[in-house]
């Protein structure tokens, strides 16, 4: 019996350590793929011996069936991968050479999620005769105008991290530190979204911004479910938002993050400094937020050195 449901069990002690460690996230996305991936073997639990090539391969083909995007079907096998590996490390399984050479683990780079200029302009600046909505494209324009941040990040953003109109902080999901000035542009944002109460417990946070309540003790798995509402609460809002004012590209949370780094990247700067700025540990990981140049941009660019070439002097 022990044989039948070792993975599951494993995954179940793995889970349960990124609660303790707070990475409420991170487990949960991890419950998600387990559960995927029981559902389609058919069984209550699932053994060691149930994740091999042919399995693997049958369970991709059942996902994209399910239209699930490719990032997404990525994310579920690096999931069972981790797994799996713990398995192999504890003498549980058997290492098998590039079990999941056959399916796709890495990252699908071709989705635009970036908006056009002109949308993103309309999005953050048209007034949408809304008091709710206003308040949402103030939450978007703080995004954008602090390089970029993450949703995560900006709500869980303290009254001590702000001092003389310099923001540091550490990014929730990698804990790498941060240093950002404020724009003069941004304060009337922040002045619409600033957090008028106070706390006056050291266990509790004291958020900067009204988005939080504050109600519950740093780490304590309340707040992560209050933060997965706001998280909804903002994508929701977003869209009707961006339907106010007839934009029609697909838009969530992270479209500023994506457009922030595209419209860096379109404006000159360095690689670098766009991953540095976003707080990339890796500058593979920024290259997947870059939107490759629209065929306008690479026109011009092929235009200009067609032009150098045939009015260079013959030396």
């Given at each position: 019996m022990m044989e039948n449901n070792r993975f599951t069990i494993c995954a179940i002690n793995y889970i349960a350590s990124l609660r303790?460690?707070?990475?409420?996230?991170?487990?949960?996305?991890?419950?998600?793929?387990?559960?995927?991936?029981?559902?389609?073997?058919?069984?209550?639990?699932?053994?060691?011996?149930?994740?091999?090539?042919?399995?693997?391969?049958?369970?991709?083909?059942?996902?994209?069936?399910?239209?699930?995007?490719?990032?997404?079907?990525?994310?579920?096998?690096?999931?069972?991968?981790?797994?799996?590996?713990?398995?192999?490390?504890?003498?549980?399984?058997?290492?098998?050479?590039?079990?999941?050479?056959?399916?796709?683990?890495?990252?699908?780079?071709?989705?635009?999620?970036?908006?056009?200029?002109?949308?993103?302009?309309?999005?953050?600046?048209?007034?949408?005769?809304?008091e709710s909505l206003r308040r949402t494209q103030a939450i978007a324009s703080l995004l954008f105008q602090f390089c970029g941040m993450p949703f995560s990040d900006l709500v869980h953003l303290e009254k001590t991290n702000l001092k003389q109109g310099i923001l540091k902080y550490n990014r929730m999901k990698t804990g790498t530190p941060m240093c950002l000035e404020i724009l003069d542009t941004a304060t009337e944002a922040i002045t619409l979204l600033r957090n008028k109460h106070s706390t006056h417990h050291s266990d509790y946070p004291d958020y900067l911004l009204c988005v939080l309540s504050g109600n519950y003790k740093r780490n304590d798995v309340r707040g992560y479910i209050e933060y997965q509402s706001a998280l909804r609460c903002f994508n929701n809002q977003l869209k009707r938002l961006a339907k106010r004012l007839c934009i029609y590209s697909s838009v969530s949370s992270y479209t500023f993050r994506h457009s922030w780094a595209t419209t860096a990247k379109y404006r000159g700067a360095s690689?670098?400094?766009?991953?540095?700025?976003?707080?990339?540990?890796?500058?593979?990981?920024?290259?997947?937020?870059?939107?490759?140049?629209?065929l306008e941009e690479r026109t011009r660019i092929n235009r200009m050195n067609y032009s150098y070439v045939i009015n260079s002097r013959v030396m």
């Open positions: 303790k460690e707070g990475r409420y996230s991170t487990a949960h996305v991890y419950k998600n793929a387990i559960r995927s991936f029981t559902q389609f073997c058919g069984t209550p639990s699932v053994a060691f011996y149930q994740i091999n090539r042919e399995n693997l391969k049958r369970y991709s083909n059942y996902l994209i069936a399910r239209k699930l995007k490719l990032n997404t079907i990525s994310t579920y096998m690096r999931m069972l991968r981790c797994i799996y590996n713990q398995g192999v490390d504890t003498g549980q399984a058997p290492y098998i050479y590039r079990l999941f050479h056959d399916v796709f683990t890495g990252v699908e780079t071709r989705q635009k999620k970036a908006l056009p200029v002109h949308e993103l302009r309309t999005l953050l600046y048209k007034d949408p005769q809304s690689i670098e400094m766009i991953s540095e700025s976003l707080g990339h540990k890796s500058i593979k990981t920024t290259q997947i937020y870059l939107k490759g140049f629209e």
